[in-house]
């Protein structure tokens, strides 16, 4: 008969080493979320028609155990993207081409377009806007080159508040 004591130590010790690895684990991932310790590197910066804002695009890296993402920041002119005035996001992305330049656009100078073929994840961040983003609308397009039975809805600008 197995020496139930010395089972239950052992599961304690298990059970001890997975709380511990956990929680390093979670403390990692919140340190690196409030200190910046992502790679961030910046694809595209397109300045409006009337040259009075800039949308950028930034890709964020924070490590193997997570897929890239992306965040759209309108700024003033070689203004340097900050979390106060990102304006939407994107996650698990398939871009259609290698071509950067073409993934956002100003068809006027007050939307800004972000075009991608695939998204898991997209999003805008349309409270508490204010300065050069004030009034933009942010819009989603599927990429045209994509057929159009593959396209999904859901395409409707979003107002940046005023």
């Known amino acids: 008969m197995p020496d139930l004591e010395k089972i239950w130590k052992i599961v304690g010790r298990v059970a001890l080493a997975l709380a511990f690895f956990y929680a390093a684990f979670a403390a990692t991932v919140i340190v690196q979320s409030l200190t910046g310790l992502c790679n961030e590197t910046e694809l595209v910066r397109k300045p409006s028609p009337d040259s009075s804002r800039e949308g950028v695009l ?6 193997a155990t997570t897929g890239s993402s992306y965040a759209v920041h309108i700024v003033s002119p070689s203004q340097k993207p900050k979390r106060r005035n990102q304006v939407a ?14 993934r956002l656009s100003w068809p006027r100078a007050d939307e800004l377009e972000i075009s991608y ?12 806007f204010g300065g050069v983003a004030a009034g933009v609308h942010v819009r989603f397009r599927r990429d045209p080159l994509v057929s159009a039975s593959s396209r999904r809805s859901g395409n409707d600008p979003v107002h940046v508040r005023e």
């Not at 930034?58 to 490590?63: A, K, L, S, T, Y």
């Not at 996001?89 to 290698?98: A, I, K, M, P, R």
């Not at 073929?117 to 508490?128: C, H, I, R, S, V």
């Open 117 to 128: 073929e695939e998204a898991n994840d997209t999003g805008t961040l349309a409270d508490g």
């Open 89 to 102: 996001w994107l996650s698990h992305v398939v871009w259609n081409d290698s071509i950067p330049e073409r």
């Open 58 to 63: 930034i890709q964020r890296h924070c490590g």
